[in-house]
Each structure stands twice: as C-alpha cells, then as structure tokens.
Nanobody
Framework: QGQLVESGGGLVQPGGSLRLSCAASENISGIYAMGWYRRAPGKQRELVAS???????NYLDSVKGRFTVSRDNAEKMVYLQMNSLKPEDTAVYYC???????????WGQGTQVTVSS
C-alpha cells in the first residue's frame, strides 16, 4: 500500500541547482513529517531535510542554506530545491516519512544526483 516516486535528479556541475520531486500515491496530510534522504556509495542513508505538516523544516547541517524542502499535501507532493550543489551531495535521493516508522518496503527507486565537473 502506497508508493513514493522520486524524480528530478541528474548530472550537474558544482554550484548548480536541481529540484527534486516526490509523488506519493496516498494522502500525506496526516503524516507529521515528510523528508528527503540520501545514500552515497558506501555510506548509510541519511536524512537531509524534513518538513512537518505545519511547515516547520529541519536540515542536515551540511545542506543548510543551500537546500529547501517543501510539501503540498493537497497534491501529495514533496519537493527539494537544491542550490549551490557540491560533489559531496552526490547520492541517490529518496523521499519518505521523517516521523514515525518507516516501513522497509516503502522506499521508492530514488533519483540519482551527481555533482561533478
């Protein structure tokens, strides 16, 4: 039950920008916090940014000031605007709930972000 589909990734040079989109198949208005996670090769998945149903945001220190997370509950969409991208941002980016229990089978395919010269 429920699918999350990420899109918007790609190859970008350092300093560039990308806007990631996450489309949910089920209502997200009742989820306290939605977020964006990323997994770089050889590393654990980490929470990059989150946003509550009330619009309160939180960011990983390394992306603060560069990334902006937003959500549209009516459209069942979550977005991540990424500016001033750095090579260390290279990862597969996923969206999922950032509160409560994340089901193991709930992860989508993710979208690849590659920052390279």
């Amino acid at each position: 039950q429920g699918q999350l589909v990420e899109s918007g990734g790609g190859l970008v040079q350092p300093g560039g920008s990308l806007r990631l989109s996450c489309a949910a198949s089920e209502n997200i208005s009742g989820i306290y916090a939605m977020g964006w996670y990323r997994r770089a090769p050889g590393k654990q998945r980490e929470l990059v940014a989150s946003i509550t149903s009330g619009g309160v945001t939180n960011y990983l220190d390394s992306v603060k000031g560069r990334f902006t997370v937003s959500r549209d509950n009516a459209e069942k969409m979550v977005y991540l605007q990424m500016n001033s991208l750095k090579p260390e941002d290279t990862a597969v980016y996923y969206c999922n709930r950032a509160s409560g229990t994340v089901r193991s089978g709930s992860w989508g395919q993710g979208t690849q972000v590659t920052v390279s010269s």
